[in-house]
Antibody, heavy 121, light 110 residues
Framework: QVQLVQSGAEVKKPGASVKVSCKAS????????MYWVRQAPGQGLQWMGWINPRNGGTNYAQMFQGWVTMTRDTSTTTAFMVLSSLKPDDTAMYYC??????????????WGQGTMVTVSS | QSALTQPASVSGSPGQSITISCTGS?????????VSWYQQHPGKAPKLMIY???NRPSGVSNRFSGSKSGNTASLTISGLQAEDEADYYC??????????FGTGTEVTVL
């Protein structure tokens, strides 16, 4: 079945970077856009950006431009998200999520289990 | 715009119908038929309930329906059930080819 399996929880100090991975299986990795979405504790969903696994093209939300990087490795069908210069406010659950279609319409039909990133000194 | 506007909470009795609104602008909700709705239970990942304004994915109950008028999209839950108690989020494609989520609505079944 279609699955997205993310890397485990992380604890980072302010100013550090974090890299979260998302292993896709059960479908053709390059057929569907991949999103990254975060949710701070008790807060709503926040769209971070997308990557087109076919060509590596990206589009980041304005507030994350300059400090988020999304990449992919087609040989291992894995997407990656790096967030740098971490602040305590970046403490959140980070999800990778797949668009149901071949363009970034935002219809997310499969979600990873989430990776909790805690930023604390 | 940082988020689409949803009511913070909506409640209803079992069997009733409720509607959740999602208000944006002509650059997102009003400009495209690419509005989705998600249900999220505590501690769980969101689940797609509606996509492209009014389409239901396979396996989603037909008690859930979506619509749009101008810059406002709506999710209606008919025949409200206890299991529908959850947070609901809308999202929309935007003119910058990005996505935008709503502020979220907590649905309570009385």
């Amino acid at each position: 079945q279609v699955q997205l399996v993310q890397s485990g929880a992380e604890v980072k100090k302010p100013g550090a970077s974090v890299k979260v991975s998302c292993k896709a299986s059960g479908y053709t990795f390059t057929d569907n856009y991949m999103y990254w979405v975060r949710q701070a504790p008790g807060q709503g969903l926040q769209w971070m950006g997308w990557i087109n696994p076919r060509n590596g093209g990206t589009n980041y939300a304005q507030m994350f431009q300059g400090w988020v990087t999304m990449t992919r490795d087609t040989s291992t069908t894995t997407a990656f998200m790096v967030l740098s210069s971490l602040k305590p406010d970046d403490t959140a659950m980070y999800y990778c999520a797949r668009d149901r279609g071949g363009d970034p319409r935002g219809a997310i039909d499969v979600w990873g289990q989430g990776t909790m990133v805690t930023v604390s000194s | 715009q940082s988020a689409l506007t949803q009511p913070a909470s909506v409640s209803g009795s079992p069997g009733q119908s409720i509607t959740i609104s999602c208000t944006g602008s002509s650059s997102d909700v009003g400009g495209y038929n690419f509005v989705s709705w998600y249900q999220q239970h505590p501690g769980k990942a969101p689940k797609l309930m509606i996509y492209d304004v009014s389409n239901r994915p396979s396996g989603v109950s037909n008690r859930f329906s979506g619509s749009k008028s101008g810059n406002t999209a709506s999710l209606t839950i008919s025949g409200l059930q206890a299991e529908d108690e959850a947070d609901y989020y809308c999202s929309s494609y935007t003119s910058s080819s990005r996505g935008l989520f709503g502020t979220g609505t907590e649905v309570t079944v009385l």
